[in-house]
């Protein structure tokens, strides 16, 4: 007699579980969560007629003040971020800026005075220059290099649900009575920024930092912890002697000389170019505008025909909606599309929605038509959508892809901090400069955006697909080219140099490994 074995039937919509190190990438992009949300929310908390009567109506230049001053710190504690996640981990920095920004919140919550306000946002900018940068490092270090650019797009995402958030919870509590419609928000980021600093040291360290420290056999394991392939974990831990070259060679002391010594060798003749790509990348994503739009999203659309404050409020939370189904669509493509090509292109289409927008101000009559105002609308949408899908997502992933491990952290950690002393400018007199002239940001804005265009055209390396350690930062035109062999004359590539090691140190490595192996079975 046959016997038939029934097996039970599996659901076709059963989902995969993501890999561990997707699911650290998520956790880590909180930080970035708490920054969109910072920005989506600090433009429409000063709106709010409760936040006028407990603070008066402020000036444009106390208003431009108020809503930048958390990035003066931010550009200044970036600095220090490289160094920091190079000596204690990424991980444990990025601990200690989520817990920095918590307490800023929390700052900001209790206030009454505006002298508190602004302490709160120095102390809460403080935290969030030292875990963005290495956040973004972070996910680039972990990730298979097939789906690189798509882990490290995560980041981008959780920027974009903050923002959204923002606006939305704005949105809400504009309906609560008293104080608390302006105080609810920050009472959002004090839980959000705690749940990451208390979080944080327990997910596993970045390989590529283990590896950089000597320690190998730790590095293996946090491999395996994230879920790496083991033909994927081999192509790592090839890399491993030259990680170990750098530990052995790193000198210890003061911990001031130690944060020179890296921002020294990120100006290094043969990764020169390089860095100078990535502070310039940074700052011209700012100067394109991004955060006057951002910062100053219901001023904009009442500046475009919405008058009521609900209306220009709803407008806000509509672009958050945007940013971040634009985002995760970039997500799904950020690996199949290049890098170059990407930035090139969402350039074009940005500088093209900003000349429009400083047209229709700059004529006499069609600002003030029906037709003029949407059309001033629309072209934000457009300008918005296309920077979310291109320069926000992948200068970010350009900047960490295209540094050496020796340098990732610090370059990321000086460019960051580019881009927030441009982003205090642009948020700082925005305001002013929209009272003075209403087209004026926006040919300024657009004359940026094309300038950046013909430099990624001449000088943007391609990133994608490439080994971060084997990559030797070439630019992709002829032009290019002869520019970066200008200014590194002379030297030898990074590649090729970091690629031949000292015989009589490779010697003494493999000797310690052995000895250090010797041990472990004993």
């Known amino acids: 007699m046959e016997v038939i074995s029934i097996q039970p039937k599996q659901s076709i919509f059963r989902l995969a579980k993501p890999p561990v190190y997707v699911l650290c990438a998520i956790f880590t992009s909180i930080g970035g969560f708490a920054f969109g949300f910072d920005t989506g929310s600090i433009g429409p908390i000063t709106l709010m007629p409760a936040f006028h009567s407990t603070f008066g109506t402020l000036s444009p230049t106390l208003h431009g003040l108020l809503v930048s001053c958390i990035l003066i710190p931010g550009a200044i504690f970036s600095l220090f971020a490289g160094p920091i996640a190079d000596r204690v981990s990424r991980t444990y920095a990025i601990s200690l800026g989520g817990f920095m920004f918590a307490i800023g919140a929390l700052i900001c919550c209790l206030s009454s005075s505006l002298p508190q306000l602004y302490v709160g946002r120095l102390i809460s900018g403080a935290g969030e220059g030292i875990f963005l940068s290495c956040i973004n490092v972070y996910s680039i270090e972990i990730a298979p290099k097939r789906i690189r650019g798509t882990v490290a797009c995560i980041l981008q995402l959780l920027i974009s649900m903050g923002l959204m958030s923002g606006y939305f919870v704005c949105y809400g509590s504009l309906k609560l009575s008293g104080d608390m419609s302006w105080r609810v928000p920050f009472i959002c980021q004090v839980f959000v920024c705690s749940f990451l600093g208390a979080g944080a040291p327990f997910i596993p360290h970045s390989p590529r930092w283990l590896l950089m420290k000597g320690r190998r056999r730790d590095a293996e394991a946090a491999l395996i912890s994230l879920g790496i392939g083991s033909e994927e974990r081999e192509e790592l831990l090839a890399v491993a002697c030259e990680a170990v070259e750098e530990?052995?060679?790193?000198?210890?002391?003061?911990?001031?000389?130690?944060?020179?010594?890296?921002?020294?060798?990120?100006?290094?003749?043969?990764?020169?170019?390089?860095?100078?790509?990535?502070?310039?990348?940074?700052a011209t994503q700012q100067l394109s505008g991004i955060d006057g739009v951002l910062y100053y999203a219901p001023m904009l659309f009442t500046q475009a025909g919405l008058s009521s404050a609900n209306a220009s409020f709803l407008a806000s939370g509509v672009t958050g909606i945007v940013s971040v189904v634009i985002?995760?669509?970039?997500?799904?493509?950020?690996?199949?599309?290049?890098?170059?090509?990407?930035?090139?292109?969402?350039?074009?289409?940005?500088?093209?929605?900003?000349?429009?927008?400083?047209?229709?101000?700059?004529?006499?009559?069609?600002?003030?038509?029906?037709?003029?105002?949407?059309?001033?609308?629309?072209?934000?949408?457009?300008?918005?959508?296309?920077?979310?899908?291109?320069?926000?997502?992948?200068?970010?992933?350009?900047?960490?892809?295209?540094?050496?491990?020796?340098?990732?952290?610090?370059?990321?950690a000086l460019s960051q901090s580019s881009n927030w002393i441009v982003n205090w400018v642009i948020a700082f007199t925005t305001p002013m400069f929209l009272k003075r002239t209403p087209s004026g940001p926006y040919f300024l804005w657009a004359a940026t955006i094309w300038v950046a265009v013909v430099v990624f055209i001449v000088y943007l390396p391609e990133t994608r697909g490439r080994e971060m350690e084997d990559f030797d930062g070439k630019a992709d035109s002829t032009l290019g080219r002869w520019i970066q062999g200008f200014f590194c004359k002379g030297t030898q590539d990074l590649s090729e140099r970091s690629s031949v090691m000292d015989p009589e140190l490779e010697r003494g490595i493999a000797k310690a490994t052995e000895d250090s192996e010797k041990k472990t079975e004993q």
């Not at 390089?274 to 940074?282: E, G, K, S, V």
């Not at 429009?356 to 006499?364: E, L, N, Q």
């Open 247 to 282: 530990a052995a060679s790193a000198k210890t002391g003061p911990a001031w000389k130690n944060a020179l010594a890296h921002y020294k060798e990120a100006f290094a003749p043969e990764v020169r170019g390089r860095t100078i790509l990535a502070l310039y990348m940074q």
């Open 327 to 412: 985002t995760a669509l970039g997500q799904i493509f950020t690996d199949k599309w290049g890098r170059r090509p990407t930035l090139i292109s969402g350039g074009i289409i940005m500088g093209i929605a900003m000349t429009g927008i400083g047209a229709v101000y700059a004529h006499p009559t069609a600002s003030k038509e029906k037709g003029g105002q949407w059309t001033v609308i629309a072209l934000i949408f457009v300008y918005f959508s296309s920077f979310v899908m291109s320069w926000a997502i992948l200068i970010r992933i350009h900047v960490s892809e295209a540094q050496p491990v020796r340098t990732r952290a610090s370059v990321s």
